[in-house]
């Protein structure tokens, strides 16, 4: 864990900080910028601020503000990244790293805020130092009079009352490194911040997306979800059972066989989520997924980003996986029309090539047999697909943001699978809902 900070709460020191930011790497980019024009070789505004000096003071001091900056992190670099710069990527790469906790002083005047002066009378103890750090709150282990251990998540302050001001100051700042291209429209993907980030901030929300996961999948024995204590929970604090589990990306010494199974489950969670509960889970970070080895139950952590999604999307889904099951290249063209991409002014051959990223992404779905992800180039074909798509900046346009979400948790289970080094049946678990079942 790192060394605690203290965190800017108030509209205005957030807004000094990014100043602060803005203004000693601009005096770096001056001062590099000089020598570079005197000695002939020019001035270029990304290359004087992608010196690695200056990446680091953007991504500790973006870091240091948390919420909207590691946000925007997320949302910009969660369409596989293709569109963007190399050196956008690392900057967002760095941002979506562990926070600093708060200090204890801070700590403490959050905690007399959601639950009064009397708030150590909650527990028989309450850990002070965190055991996990994020981009909207850490997390303290707490026990009850009876034994029972909670997990308690307790927001930073200033997240939720400076959202708006963060993420157009944030963006400012890429805008003027020109680090994002001036032909994608992010606007839509700007507002989608900060509603993202607003709802992520209000804990009562993701208790109630917790109760509902845990009432979905209440008979399904694979999977266990954290009980809820609503008897301490505010819009900033949220407490939980507390469920020891070990980290997904930690089950290397398993058998073969019961990696397999782990993320057979979970693609097969993601089918549930689309097509029958029409609610997902949208953020495949892998601290989110743990497992028992004892109980051979895969505990689900973090419902912030849940998003409810229409029977319309989710039909327009299915059939855009039934067309790539059969590899059925009109079929896949009228689903993703139906999801809401291609603009009238785009280029064929633009369509065309979009169209060939998503028969490469359903490629597990149309194998007849186990799809052997750790082996596949499933992953290089694609970025190479995304490459040839940036070259044609005329053509850019921000896919629809539900669907940037789906994608993202998708890519994400991919990734699991590949890290489990895991083979998989995808189409026999895709079967029942071609048959039409959940429609």
Not at 39 to 53: D, F, M, R
Not at 267 to 279: A, N, R, V
Not at 285 to 301: C, E, G, M
Not at 349 to 365: G, N, Q
Request: charged share 20%; with cysteine; net charge neutral.
């Amino acid at each position: 864990m790192a060394a605690s900070r203290s965190i800017p709460t108030s509209r205005l020191s957030r807004f000094a900080k990014l100043g602060s930011l803005a203004g000693g790497v601009a005096t770096n980019m001056l001062i590099d910028g000089t020598k570079s024009a005197l000695t002939g070789n020019g001035w270029n505004n990304k290359a004087l601020l992608l010196q690695p000096k200056n990446i680091e003071k953007l991504a500790v001091q973006l870091a240091h503000l948390r919420g909207a900056a590691m946000k925007l992190g997320q949302l910009l670099s969660m369409d596989a990244g293709e569109l963007l710069s190399p050196e956008l990527t690392q900057l967002l790469a760095l941002l979506r790293a562990d926070a600093n906790p708060m200090p204890h002083n801070q700590l403490v005047k959050v905690l007399k805020s959601e639950w009064g002066e009397d708030w150590l009378n909650r527990f028989s103890h309450i850990e002070l130092r965190p055991f996990a750090a994020a981009s909207i709150g850490q997390v303290h282990l707490a026990y009850q009079e009876n034994g029972e251990k909670l997990a308690v998540k307790i927001q930073y302050p200033g997240i939720a009352q400076s959202v708006h001001s963060d993420v157009d100051n944030v963006i400012a700042l890429l805008n003027i490194a020109r680090l994002i291209p001036k032909e994608l429209d992010i606007q839509p993907l700007i507002n989608e911040a900060k509603a993202q980030l607003l709802a992520e901030a209000d804990y009562e929300r993701e208790a109630h997306y917790l109760n509902r996961y845990g009432e979905l999948l209440s008979q399904h024995v694979n999977f266990k979800v954290p009980k809820v204590y609503g008897v301490h929970n505010t819009k900033r604090i949220f407490a939980m059972e507390y469920v020891q589990a070990t980290p997904i990306e930690a089950l290397s010494n398993l058998p073969q066989g019961e990696q397999n199974n782990i993320a057979a489950r979970l693609i097969d969670l993601f089918f549930k989520e689309m097509f029958e509960f029409k609610l997902i889970q949208t953020d495949p970070n892998f601290a989110n997924f743990h497992y028992q080895t004892q109980s051979k139950q895969i505990v689900l952590f973090d419902f912030g980003a849940t998003r409810e999604i229409s029977s319309k999307l989710s039909k327009a889904y299915l059939s855009l996986f039934i067309a790539g099951t059969e590899n059925n290249r009109a079929g896949v063209l009228s689903a993703a029309r139906e999801i809401g991409y291609f603009k009238d002014t785009l280029l064929d051959s633009y369509k065309s090539h979009v169209i060939d990223l998503f028969l490469m992404a359903c490629e597990p779905l149309r194998t007849t047999g186990e799809f052997d992800f750790k082996n596949s180039p499933l992953a290089t074909n694609i970025k190479n697909a995304g490459l040839e798509l940036s070259a044609q900046s005329q053509q850019w346009h921000t896919p629809p943001v539900d669907a940037l979400f789906i994608h993202r948790k998708l890519a994400g289970l991919y990734l699991i699978a590949a890290k489990l080094n895991a083979k998989i049946d995808i189409n026999a678990l895709f079967k029942p809902y071609i048959k039409g079942h959940f429609i």
